[in-house]
């Protein structure tokens, strides 16, 4: 594969050229706080905390936001083999290269999947939940400013008369804008390291925030079939028993989670218990109500934690609940269970 193919498959490649040497000759050096919160994401320190501090200087700074587009090309170009050389030697020519500092290729590439699925993490929480936008916008950003002149003066006027929007207003207003940047940055996460599970994984919540429920499925099938780690299969298949729960194709969904229990991943880890309701949820959906009281039997006696959560979301749907008073036998166990629950 040449060059000239990649670029007319990737339409990020078109400016490939332009934005290394933007990113070469700038005058501006990058932001020192950027440059920390990247290299502790680059090393792997609390993953989460340093995307968010990454991402809301992404959002807030161009410069920054030029330079590290210019080592993703740099990295994705050295993965395709398009551009031939050694990767550390043309990102030590880019500022902030301590980042890159006594790193082979192949740990560069490594390390900046990890980082590109943080951020993919992190566009995509900041897309779907509004807490976690709220824990961005509370991210101090520090800009290098303007050592003197005029410049320095006009700047803080802007701020002080409120002509600069702010940076919270303008991400909360633009979810579609967070998914699509999500979906890069896991994509690109993808091509230096195809078989990234998370990556993976994240990239499915993505589809299926957008809607699109089959592409959803084949990332969710890719880590399923594909990965060996049972962690990272079992959050894949429990959601493709949600998804196909959506289109009520009961059967399919109860395989996946029917799955899960056979690994033995709910007795040794609990949290994963919620996958029994989920049994029990299917089954009530297909009229198995033996079945479904079976489960959430287990429940009771052997998840005690998880029956009183079990208990409010049964309450909360009026779907169920009208399926369990409807079956007699059903309604008497369910009682002997919980003897005041359908006076709640």
């Known amino acids: 594969m040449n060059f000239r193919e990649v670029s007319s498959d990737h339409s990020e490649y078109a400016g490939f050229h332009d934005a290394i040497r933007s990113a070469s000759s700038g005058t501006r050096v990058m932001c020192a706080g950027f440059q920390r919160a990247l290299s502790a994401l680059f090393d792997g320190e609390v993953p989460e905390q340093h995307a968010r501090k990454t991402l809301a200087h992404l959002e807030a700074c161009s410069d920054c ?22 990767l550390a030697r043309r990102l030590r020519r880019l500022p902030g290269r301590d980042i890159f500092e006594g790193l082979t290729d192949a740990e560069i590439v490594r390390r900046l999947a990890a980082t590109l699925y943080e951020l993919g993490k992190a566009y995509a929480l900041a897309g779907t939940d509004g807490e976690y936008l709220m824990r961005i916008a509370e991210e101090p950003v520090e800009i290098d400013s303007f050592e003197n002149g005029e410049l320095k003066e006009a700047a803080q006027l802007a701020e002080e008369s409120g002509a600069c929007q702010s940076r919270f207003a303008h991400m909360v ?28 994984i994240y990239l499915g919540f ?26 990272n299969r ?22 996946y989670y029917r799955w899960v229990v056979s690994s033995g991943l709910v007795h040794h880890q609990p949290e994963f218990a919620f996958v029994l309701y989920n049994i029990a949820v299917e089954h009530i959906s297909l009229s198995e109500m033996a079945k479904a009281l079976e489960m959430l039997s287990l429940i009771r ?26 079956d007699n036998d059903c309604r008497v166990e369910l009682e002997q269970l919980e003897p005041a629950f359908f006076a709640a």
């Open 206 to 231: 993505v589809h299926q925030a957008e809607d699109h429920q089959d592409l959803a499925e084949a990332e969710y099938l890719e880590v399923f079939l594909n990965t060996d780690r049972l962690l």
């Open 301 to 326: 006696n052997d998840y005690s934690e998880l029956w009183p959560t079990a208990m409010e979301w049964l309450h909360s749907s009026e779907h169920l609940l009208e399926a369990l008073r409807g």
């Open 173 to 200: 207003g633009d979810v579609d804008s967070h998914l699509e940047k999500a979906r890069g940055f896991l994509s690109e996460a993808l091509r230096l390291k195809p078989r990234f599970a998370e990556a993976h």
């Open 234 to 255: 079992a959050h894949a298949a429990i959601q493709l028993g949600l998804i196909h729960d959506r289109v009520k194709d009961h059967r399919r969904a109860l395989r």
């Open 65 to 86: 936001s030029d330079f590290f587009h210019a080592v993703r090309l740099q990295a994705l170009a050295h993965r395709d083999m398009t551009v031939p050389g050694s």
